[in-house]
């Protein structure tokens, strides 16, 4: 009798077992969502974007599930994902950009702004969303731009430089770029005050304008993913993060025309859309373990924000073949605060042509950019072990309205090199983005590190080398103005190999200014 029993529980608990796999196999297949089915036609011509957006209202209607792009070539236009959908790109498959601006959304900004057109994917208020897979995302962005054609500045944007009508001249052909661009859309891919958004692994390319922008976001991850614009696209940035919080930024492979990553506080921003004007805090924002390449910043963060920055940490990246490497910017109201970079390679250029940026390893500035508003601050920024190889200094551009407080130098080599462009683009301050047009782009004496403005200068264990031949512009190791509260201990550096009348370091207007060796050092109206 016993074991009688015992054979039946066995035979009923397998065939529970098997019962249980069964539904779940065919709960599995229910839940992924192949755009053939909805009518995609591979390497087809005509766009896809209806049958990827029937396959995404589909899988969303279910409950949620998985989208699949199987192998071959989709074109579309603007799709918007749902929440608790996971896009899979199977190996070999490509969803590509249209080249029609009619398959893309219009977008109606505020005035004075005249419309625009949407990207590939725009995504608002929704949660749990993954994009992965070994697939490609192609933004189709060459064919929006003149490639025949650079952007050059004019003569009243050049009028102060050192080279004025000269300044970045392109001797042939387009140079260094940027293109100029045609009707485009947009950002290829927005999330819109989003929850939980994860991006892994995939192949993007080819933005016509920002590529990945997440607005008012919490719970952001990117991983893994390899992100290669056109170096000569203008506003082509990699990674938009604007206005959010808990974002994870890791493992990734930028290379791009504009900012490969941009951490900012806007809730609008001129024509762009994406934004709901939401006043908040951003913060706790980590970056690492990616490799960067820009024609404007490697990492910008800040400019015309609208709200606080805070809690940044930046680890284990390198920065190559950029205009400038880690750029920070207060022009408006939010601030910007408790920042570290650690463990960083930076490597910067001079270009020809109208990209923000003139070769600057590392820049920090706070200048007035908009009027009639209460001008934020930037403090608490740290850089820690740190080698920098530049064709132009270290810039920390306080003002009178806003000085910049407490910055953190440890354990820093940094090499200025000479540059081919010197000639045509050396020997300038680029702050563009400010009100007033005398700050804008303007000559200026280059030492290794200028500082002006500024509470709270903390150096230790810095290493300056120059290049033997370097132009006389370049001056002092160290330049100090208007500055209180400045430590600096075991700094190796020397005036450039040209410099006249040069110093190691050369302070005036300040009080608190504390070192180790006084030899080279020039002070004048110091306390």
Request: charged residues 15%; hydrophobic residues 40%.
């Amino acid at each position: 009798m016993y074991q009688s029993i015992v054979h039946f529980l066995k035979q009923n608990l397998l065939c529970a077992a098997m019962l249980f796999l069964s539904v779940t196999c065919v709960f599995a297949q229910q839940s992924i969502f192949n755009i053939t089915d909805y009518g995609a036609v591979v390497n087809s011509k005509l766009p896809a974007t209806k049958a990827l957006q029937n396959a995404i209202d589909a899988c969303s209607k279910s409950g949620g599930g998985t989208v699949f792009i199987p192998s071959g070539t989709f074109i579309i236009g603007t799709v918007h994902l749902q929440s608790h959908i996971t896009l899979y790109l199977q190996s070999g498959s490509i969803l590509k950009g249209s080249t029609h601006l009619s398959d893309y959304e219009n977008f109606f900004p505020d005035t004075p702004f005249i419309p625009i057109h949407k990207g590939m994917f725009f995504t608002e208020n929704k949660e749990d969303i993954i994009i992965t897979g070994e697939g490609r995302i192609d933004g189709s962005g060459i064919f929006f731009f003149d490639t025949t054609k650079a952007k050059k500045l004019d003569s009243i944007a050049t009028r102060f430089t050192r080279q004025k009508n000269n300044f970045r001249n392109i001797a042939e052909g387009v140079g260094d770029g940027p293109l100029v661009p045609n009707d485009r859309p947009y950002q290829m891919f927005v999330f819109s005050n989003c929850k939980r958004v994860s991006v892994k692994n995939i192949f993007i390319t080819d933005a016509p304008f920002w590529c990945m922008h997440f607005a008012d976001c919490d719970a952001v991850f990117v991983s893994g993913i390899r992100l290669w614009n056109n170096l000569l696209a203008p506003n082509a940035d990699g990674i938009d993060v604007t206005s959010c919080t808990n974002v994870i930024i890791n493992d990734c492979d930028i290379r791009t025309g504009d900012d490969a990553i941009a951490i900012t506080g806007y809730n609008h921003h001129f024509e762009i859309p994406g934004f709901q004007h939401v006043k908040h805090i951003s913060k706790n924002i980590i970056v690492s373990n990616c490799n960067l390449q820009s024609y404007s910043s490697g990492i910008r963060i800040g400019f015309l924000d609208q709200n606080t920055v805070k809690n940044i940490e930046v680890n284990n990246v390198n920065i190559t073949n950029s205009t400038r490497g880690i750029g920070i910017f207060l022009r408006d109201e939010g601030s910007l605060e408790n920042i570290s970079f650690n463990n960083v390679f930076i490597e910067t250029k001079l270009r020809t042509g109208d990209w923000w940026g003139n070769g600057e390893p590392i820049h920090i500035s706070a200048v007035r950019g908009k009027a009639n508003i209460q001008l934020g601050s930037i403090r608490h920024v740290f850089f820690n072990n740190i080698i920098c190889a530049g064709e132009n200094g270290i810039l920390l551009y306080g003002s009178e309205e806003s000085h910049l407080q407490d910055i953190n130098f440890n354990h820093i080599r940094f090499k200025v090199v000479n540059s081919a462009l010197n000639a045509v683009a050396g020997g300038n301050i680029d702050l563009r983005g400010c009100l007033r047009p005398r700050e804008q782009l303007f000559q200026s004496d280059i030492p290794g590190i200028l500082a002006r403005y500024i509470e709270g200068l903390h150096i230790n264990d810095f290493m300056l080398e120059w290049s033997k031949q370097l132009p006389s512009f370049f001056t002092n190791g160290l330049e100090l103005h208007h500055f209180s509260n400045v430590s600096i201990f075991n700094f190796k550096a020397s005036h450039a190999p040209n410099a006249i009348n040069g110093y190691k370091i050369f302070a005036a207007s300040g009080d608190g200014f504390v070192t180790d060796d006084l030899s080279g050092v020039k002070k004048v109206e110091v306390q």
